[in-house]
């Protein structure tokens, strides 16, 4: 990562009656639950690192209690950290004067709540307009401002009720809007769906999406539902008791878990959702059409354990696949360079993601040829890789840290 | 007299010296303290004054729609008309007005005064820590205890009696006032610190707003609390329907005593029920502010 938006270094945050006692016992490998024992204090943050790309949707990950609201919370300095620092755009927020503090939340940073925080004594549109009422914008200019959120995220005629008059789904519009509104950079949102039912929650996921390919805002996500982290999140960190377990993008996360903590995350998940064909693919051997030979294939098949022998072009584009069942059949060299003897071969671009390929694994004869941008072959994904990859059996682990 | 308590202060030289301390206040300071206290003195005659000039055939409908615009009800202005009619035939149309005059300034002070210490006390729990126990005093302490150094201060009169009924029923605004900023939803307030809020746009936009259903709880308890001060408030001079039943114990006169005290009973109906709807209709918007 060239330049992140939003750089959080060595952040920690203890919460008791001395913290800075507490601080050197966040270096040892003494638990939480140890280091509320022999201090008093609550391990809220241990010694995080995060690198925030701009533009991208970062999802902050965990349990209840792993700290991860407590993190959101530094970026906008709701709370001070005991120790690190938070870089936004090369800014350090901990040193800020109060002014230059407030300065930062009115511009440059905005923030969406699970429960909304929305003003129950004013209407939708006042609402929206809060930020920039504090930013000391006339009431008609907030308003003004405060009409096109409204229409972006679809409550046009709603504006003039209250609160309490919306559905959750409604309200939430209202917090999303309001947080538009001051036009920041970066959008904070701390669990801003979890209070939802599922089907609105999917829709406000959808809407998210459509956003944030409009506006390319920088977004701190946190969620506990790591469905909704895969879904709409470039990243993921997840959080453990305050530590960062691991970092990476969700398909990183599901192959190659970091911890026990993160397999447990990840155990029920629909992997086929999530990971690209790429991640199924398997290394098939490859022959061009001027080297078929009934010797060389079965020393490639033997070799590399393959279900098949792809027979690709000069440019190294798949163009039929002589399965290990059938070869045996015909020891005829001749035979075999003749195309239509051949399997078809089916291809998939190397970014689908495997469960839009399915249907094409389990239709086709051959396993099906995974090819790059320029139709190159990479490997091939036959039933039984689809299956292994779904069942989460392949790849060792290793983790990988933002 | 037989104590069995041993003398182990000499109680009366400490005794004398609050005594002469509060004497040497009274004679350096008390004449300045009656003129800093005149406007307040204009103010309450004021009211009382335009009270009994308003004819009673003219207030007493301003008050029933008052009250029909405070609770979008019908018998709420009826109930308003029959009190008020009643107690003008009963022969204390006057006295009523003087309470009445009475009470508003003194809740119009302990307005004043009250709202903004318990929005201080609010924002520090050093000042909420000093203050819980000053307010138990203040209203533990038997309200004839203040009469005293007011009256010394001021002499026998409408002044005393105001400032007694102030200190009195003063306690519970401040204490709600206190609790209501404390109770409001903290998201709510997080969300406002989030977007750049200042600590008086914070105050003005969030905090008062959220809090007010309890603040006019408090208002409501401290008119309440300033109209059962009316009686003992009579006996320095305040005048009112507390007189007549003063006089009504003095002259062991049961009527008077009765009728006066319905008077206050229905003076108290009326204010009860009018700031409750009035709180009510703040509410609504407030209700179920988040699901």
């Known amino acids: ?402 | 007299m037989a104590d069995n308590f041993p003398d182990l202060i000499d109680m009366r030289a400490v005794r004398s010296a609050i005594d002469g301390w509060f004497n040497g206040i009274v004679s350096s300071y008390g004449q300045a303290l009656e003129t800093a206290f005149l406007p307040v003195l204009r103010l309450l005659n004021g009211i009382e004054d335009f009270l009994l000039w308003v004819p009673w055939f003219v207030l007493i409908p301003v008050v029933a729609l008052v009250s029909f615009a405070a609770t979008r009800d019908w018998r709420m202005p009826i109930a308003v008309i029959v009190m008020l009619f009643l107690t003008g035939v009963l022969g204390l149309w006057q006295p009523a007005m003087a309470t009445v005059a009475l009470m508003l300034t003194a809740t119009l002070f302990a307005i004043v005064i009250g709202i903004p210490v318990g929005i201080l006390m609010s924002f520090s729990n050093r000042l909420q820590a000093v203050m819980l126990p000053v307010l138990d005093v203040m209203q533990t302490m038997p309200i004839f205890v203040y009469l005293i150094p007011f009256v010394m201060l001021f002499g026998p009169g409408k002044i005393p009696a105001l400032l007694a009924t102030i200190v009195f029923s003063v306690p519970p605004l401040v204490r709600l006032t206190n609790l209501g900023i404390r109770e409001v939803n903290p998201e709510v307030i997080e969300a406002v610190t989030a977007f750049g809020a200042t600590p008086m746009q914070k105050l003005f936009a969030a905090q008062l707003p959220l809090a007010t259903p309890t603040i006019m709880a408090g208002i409501n308890q401290t008119t309440m609390m300033a109209l059962s001060m009316v009686v003992i408030a009579s006996m320095i001079g305040a005048g009112g329907l507390g007189y007549e039943v003063l006089q009504g114990i003095q002259r062991l006169d049961v009527s008077r005593g009765l009728f006066a005290g319905l008077g206050i009973v229905f003076l108290a109906i009326i204010f009860d029920r009018l700031v409750q709807a009035y709180g009510k209709r703040v509410q609504k918007h407030l209700e179920a502010g988040n699901t």
């Open chain 1, 1 to 402: 990562m060239a330049d992140p938006k939003i750089r959080i270094e060595r952040v920690s945050k203890l919460f008791g009656p001395d913290p800075q006692a507490a601080l050197p016992l966040l270096d040892t490998d003494a638990s939480k639950a140890e280091i509320m024992e022999q201090t008093g204090s609550i391990v809220g943050l241990r010694n995080v690192d995060l690198d925030i790309a701009g533009g991208s949707i970062f999802v902050v990950m965990g349990l209840s209690g792993s700290g991860k609201s407590t993190l959101i919370r530094h970026i906008n300095r709701l709370i001070e950290p005991t120790a690190g620092r938070i870089l936004v755009d090369d800014t350090d927020v901990v040193s800020l004067s109060k002014a230059a503090l407030r300065e930062l939340r009115l511009h440059r940073v905005s923030m969406v709540f699970q429960n909304f925080g929305l003003l129950p004594n004013k209407t939708v549109i006042d609402n929206i307009a809060l930020g920039l009422r504090f930013a000391g914008a006339t009431n008609s200019r907030a308003r003004d401002l405060a009409m096109e959120q409204v229409e972006r995220v679809g409550l046009k005629g709603f504006e003039k009720q209250y609160p309490r008059q919306l559905s959750g789904g409604m309200q939430q519009r209202v917090g999303l809007a309001r947080a538009l509104a001051t036009n920041a950079e970066i959008l904070l949102m701390d669990e801003a769906f979890s209070a939802l039912d599922p089907l609105i929650r999917h829709d406000m996921q959808s809407q998210l999406l459509e956003l944030q390919a409009d506006l390319k805002k920088t977004i701190v996500f946190i969620t506990h539902d790591l469905d909704e982290a895969l879904r709409i999140g470039d990243q993921i960190a997840i959080l453990n008791d305050g530590s960062l377990s691991q970092c990476g993008t969700g398909e990183e996360i599901l192959l190659h878990p970091a911890d026990g903590y993160v397999k447990r995350f990840v155990r029920n998940v629909d992997r086929a959702r999530v990971i690209t064909v790429s991640a199924a693919a398997r290394k098939m051997p490859t022959i061009t059409c001027a080297e078929i030979s009934i010797d060389k294939i079965a020393r490639l098949l033997s070799a590399e354990d393959a279900q098949a022998v792809f027979i690709v072009d000069d440019e190294g584009q798949p163009t039929g696949a002589i399965s290990a069942t059938s070869v045996a059949h015909h020891t005829d060299d001749s035979y075999w360079r003749d195309p239509k003897h051949v399997l078809p071969v089916t291809r998939v671009s190397y970014d689908t993601i495997l469960a839009n390929a399915l249907s094409d694994v389990a239709e086709s004869e051959a396993p099906v040829a995974v090819v790059d941008e320029r139709g190159r072959m990479i490997g091939a994904i036959s039933r039984q890789s689809a299956l292994e990859a779904m069942a989460g059996t392949n790849g060792p682990s290793n983790s990988a840290k933002c």
